[in-house]
């Protein structure tokens, strides 16, 4: 079974500065999909980037990017020029490629990111 | 498209007191989703479904059931509420096929058993 894992469970960052999220992940499969989502306190969960990762080139999303690193398993989230907006739960996940069944998400534990006026 | 709503947002049960949470999409989708998330995790697979009357078990499906009986709509059943179900649960859909398949979420529901 895959697992992702996030390991800061807060962050903080001032307001237009760079901050970064990280996320690893275990699986044995070569191919497979990676996301992160974004959890505002209104609970609302909202897809800010995905990554193939058949693709070597890394996700990016205006002010957020990722870098994927295949053999590392990583992949952390880069949110650049923060805004106080940016202010929510992270939430790396994993889906399976050849899972063509359930077609399901496995989540992280979330980062909670604070931004700083 | 109101996409996908979930009824209702806040509830309160005692142990033992049965309860159905709605979710309901004007998508099209093939795929539903039920997911819990515990204080400080990630959201967990209990049920999901790929078509009316086709389900199967996530995760964590104890104490939990679902029917789907439409496309549109995928209850999810609390027979006896536990207090290890106190949870906020995600319904989330999707159309389930092609590269850039992306699941939609609901709002939640904040449930607290006492």
């Known amino acids: 079974a895959q697992t992702v894992t996030q390991s800061q469970p807060e962050m903080s960052v001032q307001e237009a500065e760079t901050v970064t999220l990280s996320c690893t992940y275990d699986?044995?499969?070569?191919?497979?999909?990676l996301f992160w989502y974004k959890q505002p306190p209104s609970r609302q969960m909202i897809l800010v980037i995905r990554?193939?990762?058949?693709?070597?080139q890394n996700a990016t999303e205006n002010r957020f990017s990722v870098n994927f690193q295949k053999a590392a398993k990583s992949f952390s989230l880069k949110i650049s020029d923060s805004q106080l907006g940016d202010a929510a739960m992270y939430f790396c996940a994993y889906r399976s490629f050849m899972d063509t069944g359930r077609r399901a998400l496995t989540f992280g534990s979330g980062t909670r990111l604070q931004v700083q006026p | 498209n109101a996409g996908v709503t979930q009824t209702p947002k806040f509830r309160i049960l005692k142990i033992g007191q049965s309860m159905t949470l709605q979710c309901a999409q004007d998508?099209?989708?093939?795929?539903m989703y039920w997911y819990r998330q515990d204080p400080g995790m990630g959201l967990k697979l209990i049920y999901y479904s790929v078509g009316a009357g086709i389900t199967d078990k996530g995760e964590v499906p104890n104490g939990y059931n679902v029917s789907r009986s439409t496309t549109e709509d995928f209850p999810l059943r609390l027979e006896l509420a536990a207090p290890s179900q106190t949870s906020v649960y995600f319904c989330?859909?999707?159309?389930?096929?092609?590269?850039?398949?992306?699941?939609?979420f609901g709002p939640g529901t904040r449930l607290t058993v006492l």
């Open positions: 989330a859909s999707s159309l389930g096929q092609g590269v850039r398949d992306e699941q939609f």
């Open positions: 699986t044995s499969e070569s191919d497979y999909y």
């Open positions: 990554q193939e990762a058949y693709k070597q």
């Open positions: 998508m099209n989708h093939n795929y």
